[in-house]
């Protein structure tokens, strides 16, 4: 396990969830396991680290599909910085990656910016 792994790994366990088993984060309680899966969109889209983008989308794809479709929006909706441009880019990678059918949901949370990096953003992803 290497140092992000140890870090990401800290994270996770002050809610008492294990690393190594993600796939069962719908057995918990919502206010826990929506908290656990900002830390993985975090991990995901907020750094400039190829290797934590990439170890935080591992993580979100171990993580019950059908339970990921039902909370992603509402968590980044509510407690995801998406208007940053950075991070908002990553995030669609994320959705395009996991949950395609739902690209458009997530280009509707910037529809009305007048921030030309955020409207760049949506460009690159309409379809």
């Known amino acids: 396990m290497d140092w992000r792994e140890e870090k990401l790994k800290e994270e996770l366990s002050k809610y008492d969830i294990l690393f ?4 069962s984060l719908d057995r918990y309680d919502d206010c826990i396991s929506e ?3 900002l830390i993985l969109l975090q991990w995901s889209c907020c750094g400039q680290n190829d290797a934590s983008i ?15 479709n039902s909370h992603l929006y509402n968590v980044v909706k509510h407690n995801f910085d998406y208007t940053d441009d950075w991070n908002y880019r990553r995030l669609l990678e994320l959705v395009n990656a996991y949950l395609p059918e739902h690209i458009n949901s997530f280009l509707d ?12 953003v949506i460009n690159d992803f309409k379809k």
């Open 20 to 23: 190594s088993d993600l796939c």
């Open 54 to 68: 990439l170890l935080g989308r591992r993580k979100i794809a171990e993580l019950p599909h059908e339970w990921l």
């Open 35 to 37: 908290k656990v899966l």
């Open 109 to 120: 949370l910037n529809a009305e910016t007048n921030n030309l990096d955020l409207l760049d």
